[in-house]
């Protein structure tokens, strides 16, 4: 099917703005097939799994059905468990940020029925619930729904396995005969099937076909985090397997725009990757990535289509996806060409339930890794590095270098151990061997610790980004990207920080460069 925005669904303003704010850049099949019938009025059975984005495709139509002046139950969809009626109830709620005067109300069992009473005595116009508890306000006369304009049958197959058949034919007999009625299920039983005869109207039959998932041969492991940690487990897992380029999913444009951010002010040679982008800068974009001036690239689904980069070594999905086919082709961008790939997903609260989704569908296990430790990530570099060491040693051809040591050894009081200790020292904390280069004291800048904070008379006037300030300092002095600090951008001038041991150099060799143009003076910045 050929994919359709949002505006060509001929949605009001209203929810192709909320659209737009939650990122989402096109519609899903099972929303560019369903919607149109629904905004005409028509009535839909939709065939489609969890994930494929059905919530929006009744949920859309039912919020622009609802008349806001009105303050009375005018649509109900039924789901099969709390913890659905809450997810929809969420997601319709967010549809209907602009669209002022609409109340949505989840009611389900578990959850104290007098709270439910009084909020639905405020007026509310859309309940999502859970057939016992529709119908335990349906005896008690707290919820009306002879004046219901649009019923959703929300995973109808689910609720029928749980029993809930003659719940629901005894809510759907109370209902106006002239509603409008949508039914989704992810199997078409001869019981749905009845339902949909007995209580519709000549309903359009949508369907998405389910595609049949391979999963490449790639570790795939996931991390339970909570949403503000997200971050800092992100950059804790690139510094650890330090993967020459790395491909990090999000579910929308906003995320990416706000990772690159976070991630560039951390010094990462991180991009992003979105639909808003024009076409120029999407390939620009490429093209760093592909040459590895950016070793992080973010991306969401729909911008990453056709992306094919041989070296991509590790795919971390920030976001879990909505689809889990979504999974399939993000993790499958690693381990191209014969190579070793690793898929690692964060996951935050309630996607746990989407992460178990993907795992059944896509026929696949996901192992749960603990968070790493700090330690945990020194061990690994160490490890790293002794590889390293081994397949040199294994390779030989090194004459020039052991004439060196033995000239050193024969000229200096040290032993060999000794040697090799210092050398590794080296290699593994360069930034920490202050010996290296000498420097002079600068003054309190008022700093983090171990860092000095410059000044640069450019900022967002000159059209200066995170990005500009760290690729302009590690290219001109080969200093790593990743060891620059906090970058602060003000209208007409930035602070950066850069280790201690590295701003006299930073300062000597700036002092003439030009950033985006601009040529920059620089100096240590005034204490706080």
């Known amino acids: 099917m ?46 489609a799994q969890t994930g494929t984005g059905k919530t929006a495709a009744f949920g859309i139509p039912v919020l622009e059905a609802i008349e806001p002046q009105k303050r009375r139950p ?30 949505v109300l989840p009611v389900y069992g578990g959850q104290p029925i007098q709270r439910q009473i009084s909020s639905l005595k405020k007026g509310i116009q859309i309940i999502i619930g859970t057939p016992g508890r529709v119908m335990d306000h349906l005896r008690r ?19 029928l396995d749980m029993g809930f058949r003659e719940d629901i034919e005894t809510i759907l007999q109370e209902t106006p005969e002239d509603r409008q009625t949508a039914l989704f299920s992810a199997t078409m039983p001869k019981q749905i099937l009845d339902l949909t005869h007995k209580y519709q109207h000549n309903p359009e039959f949508v369907k998405v076909v389910h595609k049949q998932l391979t999963v490449p041969n790639i570790e795939q492991y996931y991390f339970q ?3 503000r940690n997200k971050l800092e487990v992100l950059t804790r897992l690139i510094d650890m397997h330090n993967p020459k380029l790395a491909l990090v999913f999000c579910n929308t444009k906003k995320r990416v725009d706000e990772l690159v951010t976070n991630l560039q002010g951390r010094g990462y040679f991180a991009d992003g990757l979105h639909g808003d982008m024009r076409q120029n800068q999407r390939d620009r974009v490429m093209d760093q990535f592909r040459n590895g001036t950016i070793e992080v690239l973010v991306a969401t689904d729909v911008a990453a289509r056709g992306l094919d980069v041989d070296d991509i070594e590790a795919v971390f999905n920030f976001d879990v996806p909505q689809n889990e086919e979504y999974y399939v082709h993000r993790i499958g961008r690693t381990g191209r060409a014969g190579r070793t790939g690793q898929a ?4 935050a609260g309630k996607s746990i339930y989407k992460l178990k989704n993907i795992q059944r569908y896509a026929k696949t296990k996901i192992k749960l890794k603990n968070i790493p430790s700090l330690n945990d990530i020194e061990e690994a570099r160490t490890a790293k590095v002794v590889k390293n060491i ?31 200790a210092g050398l590794l020292k080296i290699v593994m904390q360069p930034n920490d061997n202050k010996e290296l280069v000498k420097q002079e004291d600068i003054q309190d800048t008022g700093a983090e610790p171990g860092m000095v904070r410059l000044f640069i008379n450019a900022g967002k006037k000159q059209n200066v980004r995170a990005r500009d300030i760290v690729g302009a300092i590690a290219s001109e002095t ?13 209208n007409n001038f930035t602070f950066v920080e850069v280790p201690s041991q590295h701003a006299r150099e930073v300062l000597m060799i700036m002092k003439n460069a030009n950033i985006r143009g601009n040529k920059i003076a620089i100096e240590p910045a005034k204490p706080r």
């Open 2 to 47: 050929e994919t359709k925005n949002f505006k060509e669904l001929n949605v009001s303003p209203a929810i192709e703005k909320a659209v737009k704010d939650m990122g989402f850049e096109e519609a899903t099949p099972i929303q560019a097939s369903a919607i149109p019938f629904l905004l005409a009025g028509r009535d839909v059975t939709g065939q």
């Open 141 to 159: 006369k707290t919820l009306k729904i002879n004046n219901l304009k649009f019923v959703v049958l929300d995973e109808a197959d689910e609720m």
């Open 478 to 490: 080969g200093i790593p990207g990743k060891v620059i600090g906090a970058i602060s951008i003000h």
């Open 390 to 420: 081994k397949q040199v040693l294994d390779q030989g051809h090194f004459n020039e270098q052991v004439k060196i040591i033995e000239n050193f050894m024969n000229e200096e009081d040290y032993n060999l151990l000794d040697l090799a």
């Open 344 to 347: 690692f997903t964060l996951v």
């Open 74 to 103: 005018q649509a109900l969809v039924l789901c099969p468990t709390r913890e659905l009626a809450i997810q929809v109830s969420e997601e319709l709620a967010r549809l209907a940020k602009y669209k002022k005067g609409v109340k």
């Open 225 to 227: 985090v909570k949403e």
